[in-house]
C-alpha cells in the first residue's frame, strides 16, 4: 500500500506489466500490524477494490479463478491480503481463488509476524480454496544451491552476466544478502507453469478449478505443496539440462520443494504432475509407476494422481515438471508457526498494537490459535494411519 514503493516499480524495468489506473495505494503501509491492513484498510478501500475487481473480470473470456499472491509476515499482505479473500467470496463465490502465501522465515526482521501470519492463517482456512505456502528459507537455499554449484565449476556450469542471481556489480551475490529477485523469479516461474494450460496448446489441458477439484478432498485441507524443477531459468545459469526421469525424481525431493518440508517421509493425500515440453504420456505413466513404490498415499485414494502436459516448455528448456501436493508434510510449518506465535502471545507482548484498532478483539487472537491448531490436529489423525495397509475397496453394487 505504501505509495512509494509501487511508484518505483512504475519508474523501473517492470512498468509496462502493471496497469497503473489498476493499482490502489496509500501514504503508508500497515505499518507490521494485520489489523490495520484488515480492519483500517479494508474497510477503508473495499468499494475501490471491488470496484478494479469488476473492471478486470468484466474482460474476462472465462474467469477460471483469482490469483493472490501475498506475504504472511507484514501487515497488508496478511491483513488486506485476508480481506480481499472474503471479497472475492462474496461477490465471485463460483469463482476459484488460489492464493500463493509467502511464509516467514525464523530469521524474520518483522518482530509482530507470529501474530500476523497466524491471524492471516484463520482466513485462509476459511476462505481460500487452494494455498502454495512458499517458505522465504527455502527460496533463499534454493538459491545457495545454485551458488555452490556455479562456483564448484562443475562442467557446463556457469552464470550469465546481467542475471537474476549476480549483482550489479557483476559477482555472485554473497550468500548472506538476500538475492530477491532471483528468489522471486521462481515463484513466477511457479505460477507461469501453473497457467501454462490456460495459455498454451497440449495433448492433456488441466484446468485451474481441476487442480482444486482433484486435490482438496476435504475443504480446510487444500493447502499444496509445490515443487519445481529445473528450478533455475536460463537467463540465470548455464547448467545442463536435466534427463526426463531425473526431473521427475527431483519433483519429490526435499531439495526441490518450495518449503522447508520432505513429502516423501510423509502421507500424500492426491497429487498434480503438471509438465511442459516434448513430453509423452507414456512418459508420465512409467514415472509415476517407478515412483508409486517410494510414496505413501492415503489408504483411500491409492491412485491420487492428476496429470497434465503441455506442448509449450518454458523459454530456453526442453522441459519442465511443476509437482503441486496435497501431502501432511506442510504440518511442521504450522507447528512452527503456532510456537512462534506462542512465545509472544504468552508474555502479551505487542498485544496493545492490535487492540487498539476498532473491531480487534482479543478473541481474534484465540480463535485463530484453535483455528491453527485444528488444521494440525487434522493432518495428525491422517499422519496416524500411514501404517494402516491400503483398502481393497469392493466395488459398488447397484441393485437394478
Known amino acids: 500500500m505504501e505509495e512509494g514503493v509501487v511508484n518505483e516499480i512504475l519508474q523501473g524495468p517492470l512498468r509496462d506489466v502493471f496497469d497503473s489506473k489498476q493499482l490502489i495505494t496509500d501514504i503508508s503501509g500497515s505499518g507490521n500490524n494485520w489489523a490495520v491492513g484488515h480492519k483500517v484498510f479494508g474497510?477503508?478501500?473495499?468499494?475501490?477494490?471491488?470496484?478494479?475487481?469488476?473492471?478486470?473480470?468484466?474482460?474476462?473470456?472465462c474467469l477460471q479463478c483469482f490469483f493472490v499472491i501475498h506475504s504472511m509476515g507484514g501487515g497488508t499482505g496478511s491483513g488486506l491480503g485476508t480481506f480481499l479473500l472474503k471479497v472475492l467470496e462474496d461477490e465471485f463465490p463460483e469463482v476459484y481463488k488460489f492464493v500463493t502465501s509467502v511464509y516467514p522465515s525464523g530469521e524474520d526482521d518483522v518482530i509482530t509476524s507470529p501474530y500476523n501470519s497466524?491471524?492471516?492463517?484463520?482466513?485462509?482456512?476459511?476462505?481460500?480454496?487452494?494455498v502454495l505456502p512458499i517458505d522465504n528459507q527455502s527460496l533463499f537455499d534454493i538459491i545457495s544451491k545454485i551458488d555452490l554449484m556455479v562456483n564448484s565449476g562443475k562442467l557446463g556450469t556457469a552464470?550469465?552476466?546481467?542475471?537474476?542471481v549476480t549483482s550489479s556489480a557483476g559477482a555472485f551475490k554473497k550468500r548472506q544478502e538476500k538475492p530477491f529477485d532471483a528468489m522471486n523469479n521462481i515463484v513466477a516461474n511457479l505460477l507461469l507453469n501453473l497457467t501454462s494450460s490456460a495459455r498454451f496448446e497440449g495433448s492433456l489441458n488441466m484446468d485451474l478449478n481441476e487442480i482444486s477439484m482433484n486435490l482438496?478432498?476435504?475443504?480446510?485441507?487444500?493447502?499444496?505443496?509445490?515443487?519445481?524443477?529445473?528450478?533455475?531459468?536460463?537467463?540465470?545459469v548455464n547448467i545442463p539440462s536435466r534427463r526426463l526421469d531425473q526431473m521427475f525424481?527431483?519433483?519429490?525431493?526435499?531439495?526441490?520443494?518450495?518449503?522447508?518440508a520432505d513429502p516423501k517421509h510423509s502421507l500424500?493425500?492426491?497429487?498434480?504432475?503438471?509438465?511442459?515440453?516434448?513430453?509423452?504420456?507414456?512418459?508420465?505413466?512409467?514415472?509415476?509407476?517407478?515412483?508409486?513404490?517410494?510414496?505413501?498415499?492415503?489408504?483411500?485414494?491409492?491412485?491420487g494422481w492428476k496429470t497434465s502436459l503441455c506442448s509449450v516448455p518454458p523459454v530456453g528448456h526442453s522441459h519442465s515438471l511443476l509437482a503441486l501436493a496435497n501431502n501432511t508434510c506442510v504440518k511442521p510449518t504450522f507447528?512452527?508457526?503456532?510456537?512462534?506465535?506462542?512465545?509472544?502471545?504468552?508474555?502479551?507482548?505487542h498485544l496493545h498494537h492490535y487492540l487498539q484498532i476498532e473491531g480487534m478483539e482479543e478473541s481474534c487472537f484465540t480463535e485463530a490459535m484453535s483455528s491453527l491448531s485444528a488444521l494440525?490436529?487434522?493432518?495428525?489423525?491422517?499422519?496416524?494411519?500411514?501404517?494402516?495397509?491400503?483398502?481393497?475397496?469392493?466395488?459398488?453394487?447397484i441393485a437394478v
Open 118 to 130: 497466524m491471524l492471516a492463517m484463520k482466513e485462509l482456512n476459511e476462505h481460500a480454496d487452494c
Open 159 to 164: 552464470i550469465k552476466p546481467k542475471s537474476l
Open 216 to 236: 482438496v478432498p476435504f475443504p480446510q485441507l487444500h493447502y499444496l505443496v509445490s515443487s519445481l524443477t529445473p528450478l533455475y531459468t536460463l537467463a540465470d
Open 43 to 61: 474497510s477503508l478501500y473495499q468499494e475501490q477494490i471491488l470496484e478494479k475487481l469488476r473492471k478486470s473480470a468484466e474482460h474476462c473470456d
Open 249 to 260: 525424481s527431483d519433483a519429490f525431493s526435499k531439495d526441490h520443494q518450495l518449503i522447508r
Open 335 to 349: 507447528i512452527e508457526l503456532r510456537e512462534r506465535f506462542m512465545r509472544l502471545y504468552k508474555k502479551r507482548a
Open 376 to 397: 494440525i490436529q487434522e493432518y495428525n489423525q491422517l499422519d496416524a494411519t500411514k501404517s494402516m495397509p491400503a483398502e481393497d475397496l469392493p466395488r459398488l453394487r
Open 268 to 303: 500424500y493425500l492426491a497429487c498434480a504432475l503438471m509438465v511442459r515440453g516434448n513430453v509423452q504420456i507414456s512418459d508420465l505413466r512409467r514415472n509415476i509407476e517407478r515412483l508409486k513404490p517410494s510414496l505413501r498415499f492415503v489408504s483411500w485414494n491409492q491412485e
